[in-house]
T-cell receptor, first 111, second 114 residues
Framework: EDKVVQSPLSLVVHEGDTVTLNCSYEVTNFRSLLWYKQEKKAPTFLFMLTSSGIEKKSGRLSSILDKKELFSILNITATQTGDSAVYLCAVSFPGNTPLVFGKGTRLSVIA | DSGVTQTPKHLITATGQRVTLRCSPRSGDLSVYWYQQSLDQGLQFLIQYYNGEERAKGNILERFSAQQFPDLHSELNLSSLELGDSALYFC?????????????FGDGTRLSIL
């Protein structure tokens, strides 16, 4: 059975801190790993990673994939209260079959 | 704004009733996916349609059904509703055509069963 595990389940940090969120997976026929941010409504797409070792960056957020060790990390530097959300990791498969999601990491950034 | 539109935003109904949730995918996207999100289960895939045809089925109950119409919008029908069906129901769409494109999610329909 395909499995995606995120850690930690929740995290509380102060503004300005740097956080690292983890996502490990055990799946067959891996295609890509995706990160989403979910605040109150829709999961919002952040990154899609297909190759090992290539960092994707968007502002204070960055992510990298290790296909040998089967995990990805999402880094957020200089956190702000607006970063408070649930961060979801998902794995996609060839043929655009459905994503398999982890249960998410709930990040709370306090002033 | 993801470009995926879901209606209604909220739905309150009673046990035993039937409801229909509607989704319009992003312009040009052929694949539509339905997910259920409850507090303890996370995001669970229900069903996928591609260009009008069912493509994949997940943990969808027999009381639930879906379809995708020629204009590519999709509807999820939930019948004989039970208290446990209360959840957020998301629709997502992707371009497909063999490209590795991410799925984009609508804002969801919050279903509350009383």
């Amino acid at each position: 059975e395909d499995k995606v595990v995120q850690s930690p389940l929740s995290l509380v940090v102060h503004e300005g801190d740097t956080v690292t969120l983890n996502c490990s997976y055990e799946v067959t026929n891996f295609r890509s790993l995706l990160w989403y941010k979910q605040e109150k409504k829709a999961p919002t797409f952040l990154f899609m990673l297909t190759s090992s070792g290539i960092e994707k960056k968007s502002g204070r957020l960055s992510s990298i994939l290790d296909k040998k060790e089967l995990f990805s990390i999402l880094n957020i530097t200089a956190t702000q209260t607006g970063d408070s959300a649930v961060y979801l990791c998902a794995v996609s498969f060839p043929g655009n079959t459905p994503l398999v999601f982890g249960k998410g990491t709930r990040l709370s950034v306090i002033a | 704004d993801s470009g995926v539109t879901q209606t209604p935003k909220h739905l309150i109904t009673a046990t035993g009733q039937r409801v229909t949730l509607r989704c319009s995918p992003r312009s040009g996207d052929l694949s539509v996916y339905w997910y259920q999100q409850s507090l303890d289960q996370g995001l669970q895939f229900l069903i996928q349609y591609y260009n009008g045809e069912e493509r994949a089925k997940g943990n969808i109950l027999e009381r639930f059904s879906a379809q995708q119409f020629p204009d590519l919008h999709s509807e999820l029908n939930l019948s004989s509703l039970e208290l446990g069906d209360s959840a957020l129901y998301f629709c997502a769409s992707s371009a497909d055509r063999g490209l590795n494109q991410p799925q984009h999610f609508g804002d969801g329909t919050r279903l509350s069963i009383l």
